[in-house]
């Protein structure tokens, strides 16, 4: 089994988008990509447009690569609607577009799959799923919130197997600060962990010191319990600057179980550029 993080947040833009090869199949997740509209009262740097754009081709480069695509829900950086073609062929799973879903959620699913119509090989409810393609099983969870709360929706993790190999996808978890989010995660008992990590840029705002703490808690949970070996965290930590300091305790855990903790671009041996968390700086360098 090969993971590759194609677009993430310590890369430069909003994304989870992640390709998984074994012998049996090519799956990719969440082929999306996208930017804070603002961030420090700023739009997006001319530099974050540029990377967007190399991040948005990439991810149509390794969905032509893929024969199956796993949609975890419908926020923008997750599933984009505005290639439909690029799906042609493909066996999409997707999140339940009608139950435990948002009202925002609900509509853009509804026209997602509108102007799917006749493009894709097959279209699947993804929500709890076993599936099999050869020796490679995936297992799809119950929806679990999007974050703290249903304001936001609800999303699906995503195990995949082969043999000895492992990894789990959270999606957007928001942590894990909850009990069924983090128990999908034990029980699956995955080497290779993709996070996305408590919202810590918006601390006392969006998101509470309790959840923070909760998070912490239950990764350093993970760490102990699990046969985890490489433990990804990314996405909304990484719009955080002083994200190290803040999971401080779950690298200290990381080290006293030999789990290597690190964000999405030391995972795929490239730059860390948090180019959001980021983008005062980059408007004052012009």
């Known amino acids: 089994?090969?993971?590759?993080?194609?677009?993430?947040?310590?890369?430069?833009?909003?994304?989870?988008?992640?390709?998984?090869?074994?012998?049996?199949?090519?799956?990719?997740?969440?082929?999306?990509?996208?930017?804070?509209?603002?961030?420090?009262?700023?739009?997006?740097?001319?530099?974050?447009?540029?990377?967007?754009?190399?991040?948005?081709?990439?991810?149509?480069?390794?969905?032509?690569?893929?024969?199956?695509?796993?949609?975890?829900?419908?926020?923008?950086?997750?599933?984009?609607?505005?290639?439909?073609?690029?799906?042609?062929?493909?066996?999409?799973?997707?999140?339940?577009?009608?139950?435990?879903?948002?009202?925002?959620?609900?509509?853009?699913?509804?026209?997602?799959?509108?102007?799917?119509?006749?493009?894709?090989?097959?279209?699947?409810?993804?929500?709890?799923?076993?599936?099999?393609?050869?020796?490679?099983?995936?297992?799809?969870?119950?929806?679990?919130?999007?974050?703290?709360?249903?304001?936001?929706g609800y999303v699906l993790e995503v195990y995949i197997e082969r043999g000895r190999k492992s990894f789990l996808y959270t999606s957007d978890v928001e942590g894990p600060s909850l009990e069924d989010q983090t128990k999908f995660i034990l029980e699956m008992n995955p080497k290779i962990i993709y996070v996305d990590g408590p919202m810590s840029y918006m601390l006392g705002y969006r998101y509470s010191k309790k959840s923070l703490e909760a998070s912490k808690e239950n990764l350093i949970k993970i760490i102990r319990e699990t046969k985890v070996k490489e433990l990804i965290l990314d996405h909304h930590l990484l719009r955080d600057l002083n994200w190290r300091e803040r999971m401080k305790e779950v690298f200290e855990a990381g080290e006293e179980h030999g789990v290597r903790v690190l964000c999405g671009a030391e995972f795929m041996n490239r730059k860390i550029e948090m180019l959001e968390a980021l983008r005062k700086e980059l408007y004052e360098g012009d």
């Open 1 to 152: 089994m090969k993971v590759e993080l194609i677009a993430c947040d310590s890369t430069g833009t909003r994304s989870m988008a992640t390709f998984v090869r074994t012998r049996d199949v090519r799956i990719i997740i969440d082929p999306s990509t996208a930017l804070g509209p603002r961030r420090y009262g700023l739009p997006p740097h001319e530099l974050e447009l540029k990377r967007l754009e190399e991040h948005w081709n990439s991810i149509k480069v390794f969905v032509e690569k893929a024969e199956v695509v796993i949609i975890t829900h419908y926020h923008y950086d997750h599933h984009n609607p505005r290639e439909p073609e690029i799906f042609k062929g493909k066996k999409l799973f997707i999140k339940d577009p009608k139950e435990k879903i948002n009202y925002s959620q609900k509509r853009r699913s509804s026209y997602f799959l509108e102007i799917l119509e006749g493009i894709p090989e097959s279209i699947e409810i993804a929500d709890g799923r076993e599936i099999n393609f050869g020796k490679t099983f995936i297992k799809i969870s119950e929806p679990v919130y999007h974050g703290t709360n249903p304001k936001l």
